[in-house]
């Protein structure tokens, strides 16, 4: 069948969902970042704990977890430990908490903010769709003229046909 042979020729196609959902991942981090950089509230929350986590790949990382309150409501949120100051926070301890005012369940740790340098991330997601596009039109093109050496398209003049 025709789309068998298509699909399995340009098999990329399984990586375009991929390319979508880490662009939607980024854009909702970045909106996270901004939000909390505008319209960010900074307060005292307390340390509830912290756990060391082993992954996979042999690296170890710290996870917090800290409360604060807004309006009498406890809010809980965790982070992992980005600088030196936080990988040293015990429980009960009194830190910064940075959250939105009109959304507090977005918060973070003040000092412990990742530094994503984000036009470098807004130019690799747009040369890897770039690269997806050129690649796509390269299929499309190659498809044209493979038919037309084939002689499965006919050419005369401006006119292109097909041949049966």
Not at 101 to 116: A, L, M
């Amino acid at each position: 069948m025709w789309y068998r042979r298509r699909f399995n020729k340009n098999g990329f196609f399984i990586l375009i969902p991929f390319l979508a959902y880490g662009i939607f991942y980024l854009y909702q981090q970045y909106s996270i970042h901004h939000r909390l950089d505008n319209d960010g509230v900074e307060m005292t929350g307390y340390v509830v704990s912290t756990e060391e986590k082993y992954l996979k790949s042999g690296l170890v990382v710290t996870q917090i977890q800290y409360r604060f309150e807004v309006d009498g409501v406890t809010y809980y949120d965790k982070a992992i430990a980005h600088t030196e100051a936080t990988y040293k926070l015990i429980p009960r301890r009194p830190i910064q908490v940075r959250y939105v005012s009109d959304d507090p369940t977005i918060s973070e740790i003040v000092g412990n903010e990742t530094s994503i340098n984000w036009p470098m991330v807004a130019l690799l997601v747009l040369t890897i769709l770039a690269a997806v596009l050129v690649s796509i039109g390269v299929m499309v093109v190659s498809g044209v003229v493979r038919r037309l050496w084939r002689g499965r398209i006919g050419y005369s003049g401006r006119t292109f046909f097909l041949n049966t």
